[in-house]
T-cell receptor
Framework: GNSVTQMEGPVTLSEEAFLTINCTYT??????LFWYVQYPGEGLQLLLK?????DKGSNKGFEATYRKETTSFHLEKGSVQVSDSAVYFC??????????????FGKGTLLTVNP | NAGVTQTPKFRVLKTGQSMTLLCAQD?????MYWYRQDPGMGLRLIHY???????AKGEVPDGYNVSRLKKQNFLLGLESAAPSQTSVYFC???????????FGSGTRLTVV
């Protein structure tokens, strides 16, 4: 099967602090990996992705590296801003043959950044 | 702007009532999805479609039906609403699963 374990929140940081949100997954295949972000009152937006081992996805100062050996895809940002306050979701996508894909979402991590 | 549009944005239903949620995308995407989001549960897949005229069950399909008569529209129906269906519903679409999904802004449904 395919499941994802995501660091539980809430996470509260001061502006310019370093952020890590851990994500590990179990998969019988080798999935593509995504991070989505949900700002208050909005739908999810794709933040970054990686489609094969050792790929690094990056966007808006966020980064995550696809680590096949540890089945992890941790999200990091060197200096968070108040505007980064949101819920972050890790989501592995596994291909199961034919047109059958399965995207599984973690439970989400609420990040609050204080000025 | 191109994207995924969900209607309505908010709705309150009485137990036993029916309703249809509409999802429309103007990106010519093949694949469309309905999710529900509940506190502490992340997103759970209700139904999905891999093309016009096709539908399939997701993780939590009971109590819901869907139709994809036109490529751009994916309808989610509740025939007899129950309080357990109180949730925020999100529609998503994509042309290629490896590119990521585009989500709508959600429908907040309350069943009393």
């Amino acid at each position: 099967g395919n499941s994802v374990t995501q660091m539980e929140g809430p996470v509260t940081l001061s502006e310019e602090a370093f952020l890590t949100i851990n994500c590990t997954y179990t998969a019988t295949g080798y999935p593509s990996l995504f991070w989505y972000v949900q700002y208050p009152g909005e739908g999810l937006q794709l933040l970054l992705k990686a489609t094969k081992a050792d790929d690094k996805g990056s966007n808006k100062g966020f980064e995550a590296t696809y680590r096949k050996e540890t089945t992890s895809f941790h999200l990091e940002k060197g200096s968070v801003q108040v505007s980064d306050s949101a819920v972050y979701f890790c989501a592995p996508l596994r291909y199961r043959g034919g047109s059958n894909y399965k995207l599984t979402f973690g439970k989400g991590t609420l990040l609050t950044v204080n000025p | 702007n191109a994207g995924v549009t969900q209607t309505p944005k908010f709705r309150v239903l009485k137990t036993g009532q029916s309703m249809t949620l509409l999802c429309a995308q103007d990106m010519n995407h093949e694949y469309m999805y309905w999710y529900r989001q509940d506190p502490g549960m992340g997103l759970r897949l209700i139904h999905y479609s891999v093309g016009e005229g096709t539908t399939a069950k997701g993780e939590v399909p009971d109590g819901y039906n869907v139709s994809r008569l036109k490529k751009q529209n994916f309808l989610l129906g509740l025939e007899s609403a129950a309080p357990s269906q109180t949730s925020v519903y999100f529609c998503a679409s994509t042309e290629d699963r490896n590119y990521g999904y585009t989500f709508g802004s959600g429908t907040r449904l309350t069943v009393v």
